[in-house]
Structures are given as C-alpha cells and as structure tokens.
C-alpha cells in the first residue's frame, strides 16, 4: 500500500484552487471547487482545504465541516478523497486520521464519497478499512455519463436510438435552443420551470430560490455556468443549467412545461448543450442522476423517469461506490448515529427550512 500524507493547502493553493482541483488523477468534481465552497459558507458550513500527497501525484479535496457541542467536528469530503485508484483511498484516510490526530483537529468523523465505480473489491476494500457504508447524498452516486469526445456526427450516430431520433426531429421540426445570459430574469424562469416539474413529479420542493441563485451565479461569475432554453410560442418551455468544471460538463439543473407539442425539445437542449461543453473541453457529460443500475426499469423508484430520458443518451449508467463513514472517535460517532445526527437535522431544518447536507 502507498503512503499518503494530509495537509492543509496554502493560501497560494486556495487561490488557485480550480487549477489544482481539475488536476487531480480523476479530473476532480464540481462539488470540490471554489464556487460550491462559496455557496455551502452560506449554508451552514465551514470549508477547509486538504492536500492528500503520496504514490506521485497530489490530491486537492474541498471539506466541509460542522461543529457540535460535545462531539466536535464532522468533515464531509464531498465527492472525495479525488483518486482514480480505489486502493489508494485507505492509505488516504490513514493520512487523513494521523493529520486529524497531530494538528489536534478535534474531528470526530469524516464523511467519504469518492467517484469509485462499485464493485464488491471495493466494497470489500473500504468495509476493511474501517469505513462504515451510510446513505448516499448526491444525486450522481448513480448516474449517465457520456463520453463527448468523437466529433459531433459520429458522436449523434453513436447515441442511443431513442436520443438520437429525438434530436434529429428536433432539428428537423425547427425547434430552437436559446443561450440566456444569468440575469435574475434568467434564473426566476429556470426556477419556476423547476418548481413546476417537481410538482408534476411529485418529488418534494425545490430548495429555496436564493439557494439556487447564488449557486448559479458562483459558477457564471467562474465562466463555468451556462444556461439553455427551448421557447414554444415565446414561452420557455424547456430549461437547463450545465456547468463545465475542467475535462468534464455536467447536466446540474433543469425544468420543463408539462404540456407540450415540440416533440425532441429535451433532448436538443441537452444535444446543443453538450456540443458547447464539447467546445469547451469537456470529454464527459454527466446527466447527474440516475435510479441504481439494477433499478433502472423499476417504475416504482422515483428517478424512473428521468432515468429513461438521460440513459436516451448513453445506453449505461455508472454507480459509484457512494457515501461512507470514517469514525475518527468511536465513542463520539456512536452518539452521533444513534441520537445526534437525527437531533441536527431535525434542528436545522425546523431553524432554515433547508437541507442539513
């Protein structure tokens, strides 16, 4: 196994933040980067920085962190420890126990998600680190991904049949994509597009519109935010925001009008948006959020029908390894999981009304 060692970053490191991250050995993750960390300060977070460095390469992780009487702190590695190797991840974490231990951190456990495709050798492999298998948080634990590097032709002919002739009578019937510039005007039409689909869905509420407002404005101020629209007799009536975060775009947000007659509308926004990302640099699009492999023709689960619209695209769908606990404290974690994380929540939701994670 390689020896890792865990840092803080440097104040150089931070400002360049983006730069590292995108450089990490799998590419590095929205969730990692400056605009997020700028959205979850406002959500009750505190954010560190982690350098992992060992087996050649450095690995640059966005923290967030909560603190609570008694128990300390919780640090949420979200989408990390970033490494390609799932063998690489115990050795990050013996680094990560040993840099909590000698700075005197008081961190009592640390959340892990890596994008590790499961596997039961992965499994396997984490259980024997010490980790502990909890609940996934993100949406792409299970997801499509897209390989966008062919050149565009080849990349239509190489769609899934049911995406492919979609785009094409799209194009075809005249229907046109929009680029919007992030306006408040913009944002309030996304959002209520959204609001409007989740009704229909029946999947709960949206969070709240200053939420979404800052987290699209962190990424357009970045350059790494863009938004799409499909109008219907000067309507918009399909919409959708993608970010571009170093090699990879992803699918992040979007709505649509429940009554339509522009058949294909959908999918050419997400055809036109990914022949942007294409431009540039992405090599993979992510439609950020799928029902599990195994569960993708269930209609029972509540993802099934958006995860037949994104695996229209690309006939697979990725599941990644998810979220797992590392205590730091077993005495502490074993307050925190039979009592505190339920009493935290709880608290903070009827305190903001939003999400604890």
């Known amino acids: ?21 995108t450089a990490n050995p799998n590419g590095g993750n929205l969730l990692q980067s400056q605009a997020f960390a700028a959205v979850k300060k406002n959500y009750g977070w505190d954010t560190q920085f982690v350098v992992f460095e060992g087996a050649g390469y450095a690995s640059y992780n966005l923290v967030l962190e909560k603190s609570f009487p008694v128990l300390g702190k919780l640090w949420y590695l979200m989408k990390g420890p970033d490494t390609a190797e799932a063998a690489h991840v115990p050795a990050m974490l013996a680094a990560l126990r040993a840099f909590v231990k000698r700075a005197r951190l008081n961190v009592f456990a640390a959340k892990i998600e890596p994008d590790i495709v499961a596997s039961d050798e992965a499994h396997a492999l984490f259980s024997g680190a010490g980790l502990l298998k909890v609940d996934d948080l993100q949406p792409n634990d299970h997801t499509a991904i897209l390989d ?10 190489k769609l899934h049949s049911r995406g492919r002739n979609a785009v094409r009578r799209a194009i075809r019937e005249g229907v046109e994509v929009r680029r919007a510039e992030p306006t408040e005007e913009t944002m309030r039409t996304l959002y209520g597009l959204m609001e409007g ?38 309507v918009p ?27 294909g509308d959908s999918h050419l926004i997400q055809w036109e948006a990914i022949l942007d990302m294409k431009e540039l640099g992405a090599v993979e699009y992510d439609f950020c959020g799928t029902p599990p492999s195994d569960r993708l023709k269930d209609p029972t689960h509540p993802h099934h029908g958006l995860g037949l619209f994104k695996t229209s695209f690309t006939k697979t769908v990725t599941d990644f390894i998810g979220c797992w606990d590392l205590p730091l ?24 009304g939003g999400k604890f994670y």
């Open 197 to 234: 689909t989740f009704e229909a869905k029946n999947a709960g509420k949206a969070r709240e519109f200053a939420y979404f407002q800052q987290f699209w404005t962190e990424f357009c101020n970045r350059g790494q935010g863009h938004f799409f629209f499909v109008y219907e007799n000067d």
């Open 237 to 263: 009536s399909v919409g959708a925001f993608v970010i571009n975060y170093g090699s990879k775009a992803t699918y992040k947000d979007g709505g649509s009008l429940q009554k339509r007659s522009q058949y």
């Open 329 to 352: 404290s077993p005495w502490k974690y074993k307050i925190w999981t039979s009592v505190g994380e339920r009493v935290a929540r709880q608290f903070y939701v009827r305190r903001t």
């Open 1 to 21: 196994m390689p020896e890792f060692t865990a840092r803080f970053a440097t104040a150089a490191e931070i400002t360049d933040w983006d730069a590292h991250v």
């Open 148 to 157: 966008i590097t062919p050149e565009p032709n080849e990349l239509l002919r």
